[in-house]
Nanobody
Framework: QVQLVESGGGLVQAGGSLRLSCAAS????????MAWFRQAPGKEREFVAS????????HYADSVKGRFTISRDNAKNTVYLQMSSLKPEDTAVYYC??????????????WGQGTQVTVSS
């Protein structure tokens, strides 16, 4: 049974930083592209960042480029999202996903339950 468990969300002031983690189990982690998506109230789930199985290729949404960094530790079956210079518009539930890779929701087979990030102005 595949499980993706996110942690690290919370309340932070604008300009602050947070680090999200996603621990994976039940799959061969090093074979999957990992990604972060987010969903704000009343909006569709949107792509944030992805990282290839080796960590050598990353992609970012334009809205987070230069502020967020995705990384992974295959020895720990964990993917991270370092978020800096946070803005109120970054407020959302953040989801971890595993799959063959891509920039859309259907490109990923497995999802975590999400972690809330709230940025106050």
């Amino acid at each position: 049974q595949v499980q993706l468990v996110e942690s690290g969300g919370g309340l932070v002031q604008a300009g602050g930083s947070l680090r999200l983690s996603c621990a994976a189990s039940g799959l061969t982690f090093s074979r999957y592209t990992m990604a972060w998506f987010r969903q704000a109230p009343g909006k569709e789930r949107e792509f944030v960042a992805s990282i290839s199985w080796s960590g050598g290729i990353t992609h970012y949404a334009d809205s987070v480029k230069g502020r967020f960094t995705i990384s992974r530790d295959n020895a720990k079956n964990t993917v991270y999202l370092q978020m800096s210079s946070l803005k109120p518009e970054d407020t959302a539930v953040y989801y971890c996903a595993a799959g063959p890779g891509g920039l859309t929701v259907p490109a990923y087979n497995y999802w975590g339950q999400g972690t809330q990030v709230t940025v106050s102005s």
